[in-house]
């Protein structure tokens, strides 16, 4: 792990080795995440989207062969799914697949009108509602930090689709964003460090009610009571 990680060449070896698995019933292959955004690290997951034509439970045990055969295997992580799940899925889930994949084979973009202002508020409210919950049980219940870094590091998708809610402009990189919200979302994007000591519990208790309001807030403003 210690060598340059040269991501061109990987991806090439891996198309290579998608074709030969799937030939024409591969209809996209993409990239998304960290690497996707060019904001990686060397303990980032490389996040891969497959989408075949359809997708059986024999198409999965053959690609899981094609993942152990491919270096860095352990990090490789994704979305697999056959056109026809695609286009029936929940439209607020599938918004950031289609606008944050770096297509490589074939292309989303015959997606992006099915999409509506109601489901872009919905992701935001999903996204917001889940987190909502996830930190409240966490600090009464499992009081875990790595759990809370999980947290934070989710909320960033969700400041990203608010954005996108409040100005139509959807900016994969999450550098780039924090130029472009506000104090309390850069705040939200920023905050998902929280290593200065794992033991300490005003430090934990502060940053799950910063987050814990965070998400009332963006629940309460664009939810429908």
């Known amino acids: ?27 996209f292959f993409g990239l998304q995440g960290s690497y ?18 359809e997708v059986c439970f024999d198409d999965l045990q053959a690609y899981r062969k094609l993942l152990d055969s491919m270096d860095r295997c352990e990090l ?19 918004l950031q697949l ?13 997606l992006r009108p099915l999409f509506s202002g109601e489901d872009i ?9 889940n987190l909502y919950h996830a930190c409240s ?5 499992a009081r875990d930090r ?5 947290l934070y590091k989710a909320a960033r998708f969700t400041v990203r689709m608010k954005h996108f809610q409040e100005t139509g402009d959807y900016i994969a990189s999450m550098n780039r964003l924090a130029e472009h919200v506000s104090a309390m979302d850069r705040r939200i994007l920023k905050a998902i460090a929280l290593t200065d000591d794992a033991a300490n519990e005003d430090l934990f208790a502060a940053a799950s009610r910063e987050l814990l309001e965070w ?3 963006v629940i309460q403003k664009c939810g429908i009571i």
């Open 36 to 53: 996707g955004r060019g904001e990686q690290t060397t303990t980032s997951d490389i996040d891969v989207v497959i989408i075949l034509d």
């Open 137 to 141: 049980h966490n600090f009464l219940h």
């Open 98 to 110: 289609v606008w944050d994949t770096k297509p490589i084979i074939g292309s989303l973009e015959y």
């Open 215 to 217: 998400a009332s807030g």
């Open 76 to 94: 490789i992580c994704g979305f697999v799914a056959g056109e026809r799940e695609l286009r029936g899925w929940e439209r607020s889930d599938l």
């Open 1 to 27: 792990m210690g060598q340059v990680f040269d991501l061109n060449s990987w991806l090439e070896q891996f198309q290579e080795k998608l074709i030969q698995l799937f030939g024409t019933r591969l209809r």
């Open 121 to 129: 508020r919905r992701a935001v409210l999903t996204g917001a509602g």
């Open 146 to 150: 790595e759990v809370l870094v999980g």
